[in-house]
């Protein structure tokens, strides 16, 4: 009898949890690539790109409470070919931590991929020039065989595995956490 009791209880706390409140939010929130381009210099081809990092209310609550916030720049370079799948030339990655120092209080952008750190006295100046990728070399020219049946996409994936382990389950289902961009196409120019 004790059993059956345990078994009508489940449904009732599954469908107690589905009527909880979830919060809305008016605001816009995402990370947008607004251009993106590969130029030739030096016998390289270098990324040159500017993004715009929106931050949720959440995302912005963590930041302020010193939890680092983390995006992967991928850039994947693909050669078109008329008979099978496209031919993925390239698969490059930049990575991007931002944090806040509560103590000095200044946010710090680091690009772990270099290693290079800057620091900032506001949020928007931080994320103003963490969105500006200037000059990365990517691949050497002669590596491109044929440039022009060639094309590029960028995508900034936000890491949620690099959030402390109470908080990344709920990213996975929270709106919020959704601070990854889609895939930017554009053909490569000669």
């Known amino acids: 009898m004790n059993g059956y009791k345990k078994l009508n209880l489940i449904p009732a706390v599954i469908s107690l949890f ?8 008016a605001g816009k ?20 790109a500017d993004i715009d990092f929106n931050l949720s209310p959440l995302a912005v609550d963590a930041l302020q409470h010193s939890i680092s916030l983390v995006w992967n ?3 994947k370079l693909y050669q078109q070919r008329a008979y099978f799948w496209d031919k993925k030339v390239l698969d490059f ?4 931590r931002i944090r806040y120092h509560a103590l000095l209080k200044m946010y710090q952008v680091k690009n ?3 290693g290079e750190v800057r ?14 990728i200037r000059n990365v070399m990517v691949v050497q020219q002669d590596k491109i065989l044929n440039p022009e049946n060639s094309y590029a996409a960028l995508k900034i994936q936000f890491d949620r595995e690099a959030l402390p382990l109470p908080l990344r389950p709920v990213s996975y289902f929270d709106s919020q956490w959704q601070l990854s961009s889609d895939w930017l196409q554009w053909p490569l120019q000669k």
């Open 18 to 25: 589905l009527l909880l409140p979830t919060q809305v939010y």
């Open 112 to 114: 772990v991929t270099s």
């Open 119 to 132: 620091r900032f006295f506001s949020q928007a100046s931080a994320l103003k020039a963490m969105g500006e």
């Open 73 to 75: 720049i991928r850039l």
């Open 29 to 48: 929130f995402d990370t947008r690539i607004k251009n993106a381009v590969l130029i030739q210099e030096n016998d390289w081809y270098k990324l040159n």
């Open 93 to 96: 990655s930049l990575t991007y």
